[in-house]
Every structure is written in C-alpha cells, then in structure tokens.
Nanobody, 127 residues
Framework: QLQLVESGGGLVQPGGSLTLSCAAS????????IGWFRQAPGKEREGVSC????????NYADSVKGRFTISRDNAKNTVYLQMTSLKPEDTAVYYC????????????????????WGQGTLVTVSS
C-alpha cells in the first residue's frame, strides 16, 4: 500500500522560502503522477503543482508560477516542492497525493479522483 508523508512546513515571513518533502513508501514514486495541493481555512482544496511519472512534465497553478518548483529524487523516493517569495496568501495546509500516470491529462488539478494522500503539513506565511 502506498503511503505518503509530507514534511517541511512551518512559519516563514513574507518573501521567505520553504521546501516541502513528500516521502513515499510501498511503491516507487516514479511510477505515479504526484501532485501538491493546499487548503486554506474556509477555502476549497486547490492544486498547486504536479509532476508526471518519470518526471516528463511538470505543471503549476498560475498563482505559484515562477515562485514554486517541483522536483523528484527517485533514489530517495521523494518529491519536493521548493517555495520562494512566499506570500501571506500561500498560508495553507499542503498535501501531496499520488495518482495514475496520466492523471493530469484526464483531470488536471481536480483533486476529487485522487485516493492516496499524505496527512498534510502546515505552512504559515506571516510577519
């Protein structure tokens, strides 16, 4: 069974940086679509970034383009989300999720069809 564990969240000042990690066990991450999603209080969960199986393609929400970078380390079975120039509106619980290899082609950043999720890590951007 695939298990995902996020880490790296915390409190950071506006303009600061954080790197989130999504570590997997139970199956090679490289086989899967891996997406990062976030949910702010009172708001719907939204897609942030994703990487396809094999790292062939990456995608970003418009709100984070140019500031966030997704990458994967197959040797560590981990996907990372580097976040820079953080803004207060980036405050949320960040989740990673795994899907079938072609998930983005079929559903984009629609989270509703993803079944494997981590527990989330809180990112707070505040002065």
């Amino acid at each position: 069974q695939l298990q995902l564990v996020e880490s790296g969240g915390g409190l950071v000042q506006p303009g600061g940086s954080l790197t989130l990690s999504c570590a997997a066990s139970g199956f090679p991450l490289d086989y899967y679509y891996i997406g990062w999603f976030r949910q702010a209080p009172g708001k719907e969960r939204e897609g942030v970034s994703c990487i396809t199986h094999g790292g062939r393609a990456v995608n970003y929400a418009d709100s984070v383009k140019g500031r966030f970078t997704i990458s994967r380390d197959n040797a560590k079975n981990t996907v990372y989300l580097q976040m820079t120039s953080l803004k207060p509106e980036d405050t949320a619980v960040y989740y990673c999720a795994a899907g079938p290899p072609n998930y983005y082609n079929d559903y984009g950043f629609d989270y509703r069809y993803l079944e494997d999720w981590g527990q989330g890590t809180l990112v707070t951007v505040s002065s």
